[in-house]
């Protein structure tokens, strides 16, 4: 069997799996709702042992937040650390799971959401988040990069202590390949399709520069999508950031509010590169309150029990004030 990393196509399908073995071994919280765990948190100070050493550190006393390659990746780099394809194109039969996996270690702390962070820690947090992204997509071999927050035990997190993970992959995933392309033709025809999702009856908040919305077709209740209002791929502007960073804090605040203890995912999809006008970044928020079963594996079809323009309703009622 296999130890490294593959992806692999199902033929029929057509769907994408990474097969990770090493990721097995990954140290586990007993408990990751609360305080309760089991052995030490490798992420906390005085641990630094327990991660390799890190590519990116910020702060002081002893450090506001570290980046480290995962210990346990889902993808690996080639010997050289120059992962190769034999091909440009969509993956079939199997192919090597190379690439890059960092773990971005969010502060000393091992308990706050963001919810109880400052807007200026979240603000640096998502700049070094962008700053690994930048850097992975000067590789030759890069296609596709995401970067995400597991929180909460149905999240996927695997430990209590706040943490982002950024990955780069060689390959562009099938569902995300078929999002770019029917971007290009609204594109063609002078249409965005991100810009035709919004809709008052679903918007949660909006500044002057970005908007937040419940999907229109979600995947999980209360699924919450946070874009920049202008076409623009870059964020890294210093007002766009710390307004996104106000606004990221005030939706997980809503989360904490409709659920004691909530497990979400935030994933953060980079557009498509090199695309004249330019797209959006978009971000979505998961809430995990609901487990995905077998309807939902077997036909593709995501159920919810509320509708996204209740769920908006709600969620302005718990959104906190803009300090």
Request: aromatic share 8%.
């Amino acid at each position: 069997m296999p130890s490294e990393p593959t992806f692999r196509r199902d033929p029929l399908q057509g769907h994408l799996a990474l097969i990770a073995p090493g990721r097995s071994d990954r140290p586990r919280d007993e408990t990751i709702s609360g305080e309760k765990i089991s052995g030490e948190c490798p992420f906390c100070p005085g641990n630094e042992k327990e991660t390799p050493p890190p590519v990116y550190v910020w702060g002081d006393q002893p450090w506001a937040g570290r980046v480290v390659p995962n210990k346990y990746p889902a993808v690996v780099p080639a010997s050289g650390g120059v992962p190769t394809l034999g091909h440009d194109g969509p993956v079939s039969g199997e192919t090597a799971g190379l690439g890059l996996h960092e773990v971005l270690i969010e502060g000393p702390d091992h308990l706050k959401d963001w919810n109880e962070r400052s807007s200026q820690e979240i603000e640096m947090l998502l700049r070094v988040m962008f700053l690994r992204h930048e850097e992975h997509a000067k590789q030759a071999w890069f296609r596709y990069g995401v970067a995400f927050r597991n929180f909460g035990p149905r999240s996927g997190a695997t430990l209590r202590h706040p943490h982002s993970q950024v990955m780069a992959l060689p390959v562009v995933p099938p569902q995300v390949a078929e999002i770019w392309q029917k971007q290009a033709a609204a594109f063609a025809k002078g249409d965005c399709l991100v810009c035709l999702g919004t809709d008052p009856q679903r918007l949660v908040c909006e500044s002057d520069t970005l908007i937040a919305y419940t999907a229109w077709s979600p995947k999980a209740a209360y699924e919450i999508c946070l874009q920049s209002k202008a076409h623009r791929a870059d964020l890294s502007g210093g007002e766009v950031m710390a307004e996104l960073a106000i606004m990221l804090q005030r939706l997980v605040a809503c989360y904490h509010a409709l659920i004691p203890h909530p497990s979400y995912n935030l994933v953060i999809q980079a557009p498509r590169p090199q695309t004249v006008p330019e797209e959006h970044w978009r971000m979505e928020l998961l809430l995990r309150n609901q487990q995905i079963a077998g309807f939902e594996m077997a036909s593709g079809i995501y159920l919810s029990d509320i509708t996204p323009e209740r769920a908006a309703l709600r969620l302005r009622e718990v959104l906190p004030p803009r300090h």
